[in-house]
């Protein structure tokens, strides 16, 4: 009659729990979480649900088991990854508040490169734009090329940790990427804007003009997400 909760979906509650009173610092003292044992008594759970949610705890780098010595909070233990839930990245509208994020850092990426590129950044750069040429030329979809061609404006930025964001973001949009890729080469106008796009990018930052390499690609990042809407992803 009923369906059975899965394994997961109790492990995820039991894990949120130790979480919160981790970060409240509930366990600070010994700095060890009780025995699998009391924590199955306690939540009411089997002892495999308690051990899913700390490996779940220890994947966030929460916690770490010591062979024989049980489950300790690790040192820092408040400060975890940047995590994004791919389920939740893929709902409708997940997807293009994602790109308004990497909007936003990307309108300072490319500042930030107009003023700090050298001439080898700025070469790299063209390099990738060529490239994104030449994919579609041969028919193919670009996907990759535009990547990096928003790599190579990152790099030139000379800080490592925007290119890292963009990264750990672009996972969460391939998806949809391809889907715009795949319209935009459908529609000649719309392949016809994203060159210009990128093109008024690249040459705000050989320019050296922050200003102007800031606004083109916000603008760019705006027609992107109206063409996902084009295509159907909202």
């Known amino acids: 009659m009923f369906e059975k909760i899965p394994v ?51 994947n966030e780098g929460m916690v770490e088991p010591k062979q024989g010595s049980g489950v300790f909070v690790v040192e820092r233990a408040g400060i975890r990854p940047l995590r994004i839930d791919y389920a939740e990245a893929v709902e409708p509208g997940s997807v293009v508040q994602i790109l308004a994020l990497r909007r936003a850092i990307e309108a300072e990426v490319a500042s930030e490169a107009a003023m700090r590129r050298t001439d080898a950044q700025m070469a790299a750069i063209d390099a990738a734009l060529a490239k994104i040429e030449a994919a579609v030329a041969d028919g193919e979809d670009g996907v990759a090329e535009d990547v990096a061609f928003h790599r190579a404006i990152a790099n030139a930025t000379g800080n490592p940790y925007f290119l890292k964001t963009l990264t750990f973001l672009n996972q969460y949009l391939e998806a949809g990427t391809i889907v715009t890729r ?50 159907g992803i909202r």
């Open 8 to 58: 997961r979906a109790l492990s995820d509650t039991v894990a949120q729990q130790l979480q919160k009173q981790i970060e409240k610092g509930s366990f600070a003292k010994s700095g060890k979480l009780p025995t699998e044992a009391v924590l199955a008594q306690e939540f009411g759970v089997s002892r495999t649900v308690i051990r899913e949610a700390i490996s779940r705890l220890k």
């Open 182 to 231: 795949k319209n935009e080469a459908l529609r000649e106008d719309f392949s016809r804007q994203v060159r210009e796009e990128h093109a008024a990018i690249a040459a705000a930052i050989r320019a050296g003009d922050p200003m102007a390499a800031r606004n083109a690609a916000t603008t760019h990042l705006y027609n992107a997400a109206r063409r996902l809407a084009e295509a």
